[in-house]
């Protein structure tokens, strides 16, 4: 009767648990972003379509981000580019005054403590994924994240831990893409939301 007892209360609970799952850390949401609309002042020449952010998904699943960029045509797997860039900017520390603060146009204003980007670049002649902590800028230190990412069509998707960018528990962020190259001229910059910030945290 115990043993019973006992496997009526562990099914109990685990039902108890399927139904109201503790989810204490997670959130989710999409920005869609108009065509055309690469950052005045910054983009010089326009810019390609693959450029161009109509949307980007972004999920919080407890301590894992997963970031979706959505462009108006498809990435190329050899960009015509020294450098292609979809990055999201995070103030780790809602800190304006802390982390990269030169281009308030890109980043609307936050202090930017880290960047984590899937990015071509043409001096390795490949695709690349990437945090910079921006904790001791200028010193510009970058590794390779511990993250993962897939390119496929026109959308970016990347996965990382938030342990690669100090485990925050309240952070605001920014998306942005990014082109630059000489021949042929290309320097282009998109973002989302084009003005403000979004916010995820525990509060
Ligand atoms: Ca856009
Ligand atoms: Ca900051």
Redesign the pocket.
């Given at each position: 009767m115990r043993r019973r007892t006992l496997a009526r209360l562990v099914c109990m609970l685990f039902l108890g648990f399927c139904l109201f799952p503790l989810t204490v850390y997670g959130a989710g949401g999409a920005i869609q972003?108009?065509?055309g609309?690469w950052v005045p002042g910054v983009s010089t020449t326009g810019g390609n379509s693959y450029t161009?952010?109509?949307k980007v998904q972004f999920v919080l699943n407890k301590t894992i981000m997963t970031v979706t960029f959505t462009l108006v045509n498809d990435v190329p797997s050899i960009p015509p580019s020294e450098r292609l860039d979809y990055w999201i900017a995070i103030d780790s520390d809602q800190n304006p005054t802390t982390g990269r603060t030169d281009k308030p146009s890109v980043f609307n204003g936050i202090g930017v403590d880290y960047e984590v980007a899937v990015l071509y670049d043409a001096d390795h002649s490949s695709w690349l994924y990437i945090v910079w902590n921006h904790t001791l800028w200028p010193t510009y230190s970058s590794r390779y994240s511990a993250g993962s990412y897939l390119i496929s069509g026109n959308r970016v998707k990347f996965s990382f831990p938030l342990s690669e960018v100090a485990s925050p528990t309240n952070f605001n962020f920014v998306f942005a893409t990014s082109e630059h190259g000489l021949s042929p001229l290309i320097d282009a910059v998109?973002h989302a939301p084009n003005t403000g910030f979004i916010t995820f945290g525990k509060t």
């Open positions: 972003d108009a065509v609309d161009d952010i109509t998109d």
